[in-house]
């Protein structure tokens, strides 16, 4: 079976880095996409347990892809929801964009 903390951080990169690089201005299409993208993602996401309740998640919250800063927001929320559920620290959805995108100042 896979190891779902390396699957888990390796899943994450993708998901924050497809935020990072969706449009600023999304047409309908590209809004469209990423809503049946994070669908399908969570169906087939190789963990089971995880997938089930990242699938119920989804539902109860619909994924925003209106804008980048949306989607970001939207992924980061997401994120937090099962740093919650597994006892780590909420992470500052504030500073989403300068962790995956633009990087840290340091
Ligand atoms: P990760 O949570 O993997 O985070 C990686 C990096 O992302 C962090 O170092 C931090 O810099 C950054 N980060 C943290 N929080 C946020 C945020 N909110 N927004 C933006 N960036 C952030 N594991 C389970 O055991 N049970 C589950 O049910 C489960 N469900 C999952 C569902 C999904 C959809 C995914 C992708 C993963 C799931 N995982 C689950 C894996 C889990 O979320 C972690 O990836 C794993 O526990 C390793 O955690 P980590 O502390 O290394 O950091």
Known sequence: PPDV???GQSSWTLLHSIAATYPTTPTTTEQSDIKSFMKLFSKL???WVCAEDFQ????????RAGS??????WLCEAHNEVNK??????FDCSKWEERWRTGWKD
């Open 5 to 7: 903390a390396a699957l």
């Open 85 to 90: 559920k597994l006892g780590k620290a909420t």
């Open 45 to 47: 996401y190789p963990c």
């Open 56 to 63: 119920h998640y989804i539902q109860k919250k619909e994924v």
């Open 68 to 73: 980048r800063d949306e989607f970001g927001n």
